[in-house]
């Protein structure tokens, strides 16, 4: 009797067929759950004599195995057969690797920093929303200096009655040196990098925010042939060994004497060509040998010390080295621009 039931449910269990999670489990109670079909077997396995024991024993465990097997496979084809009607790639990777880049400015301004800091420099910071006092007049702009005016500033505050009047977004980040000048005796020498506003319309080539990364050194003795030095280490560090400086007499406030630098053209190695408009030179930074006035202003002894300070864009920079012709490309975070500098480092 017991044994023509177990061939009964054995060919049964090997028939079942069920593509559903709710007809599987259905399936698994109707054999397996406690007053399921099989276990029902299990009970009557009491009432068999005991010699007979050890076969019934053997071919009901097997009749359990196969149902529990089946049963599982039925499990996994449906839920293989689900995942594909939604579409959904089970073989894929848990976590998507798509990785970002770095963005082309603070490339840039790494590879600045860098060079710098194998000089001796060391970074200082300072605050974006700034006062005049230490972006103009501890920098020794007089108080109708243009640049003061709200075509390049940005102020936080228009009412000449208001303190806050003072607070303007930092057009320069030389306004950390004079911070740093101020709470500290020479010898300093720092680079600042950081973001700088001016109130300039958006176009292909300006914007109302860029960024800088300024260098100041003071202590007994600074003179411009260090200056010169440093800034030819950096041009040869920046755009190759070839490459030449020069320097042609400017203005800045808080310099004395300025400068501004070219570098001999990228491209043509100071041939002449379309991109440096036929003069050979690129112009890359603005520098100068820092005022007496500003030192006084900032509590250092002018004739004690002397020092050169020098600001370079970092924008500038990536524009001549990647030849990126607009600078909106920058700030519009378009994954295709950034992804061209996938292989930079
Ligand atoms: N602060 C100047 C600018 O923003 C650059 C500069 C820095 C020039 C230091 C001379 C010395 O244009």
Known sequence: MLLEKIEALRAQIKELKADNSEAIEALRIKYLSKKGEVTALFNEFRNVPNEQKREFGQRLNELKTLATEKINSLKEKSQASEAQANKIDITRPAFPSEIGTRHPISTVRKEIIDIFSRLGFTLADGPE???????????????????????????????????????????????????????????????????VYRNEAITARAHC??????????????????????????????????????????????????????????LCGGEGCGF????????????????????????????????YAFGVGVERITNLKY??????MFSENDVRFLKEFEHVH
């Open 209 to 266: 925010f860029f960024h800088q990364i300024e260098g100041l050194y003071i202590d007994k003795n600074v003179s411009f042939a260090d200056l010169k030095q440093v800034l030819l280490y950096f041009a040869k560090e920046l755009f190759g060994p070839e490459t030449k400086i020069r320097l042609r007499p400017s203005y800045f406030p808080f310099t004395e004497p300025s400068a501004e630098m070219d570098v001999s053209c990228m």
């Open 323 to 328: 030849m990126v012709k607009d600078l909106r």
């Open 276 to 307: 440096c408009k036929h003069t050979g030179w690129v112009e890359i930074l603005g520098c100068g040998m820092v005022d007496p006035n500003v030192l006084e202003l900032c509590g250092i002894d002018s004739k004690v010390y002397t020092g």
């Open 129 to 195: 929303v700034e006062d005049d006092l230490h972006v103009f007049t501890s920098l020794n702009f007089a108080a109708d200096h243009p640049a003061r005016d709200m075509q390049d500033t940005f102020f936080i505050n228009n009412d000449p009655n208001d303190v806050t009047r003072n607070i303007v977004l930092r057009s320069h980040t030389s306004s950390v040196q004079s911070r740093v000048m101020k709470t500290t005796q020479p010898p300093i020498r720092i680079i600042c990098p950081g973001r």
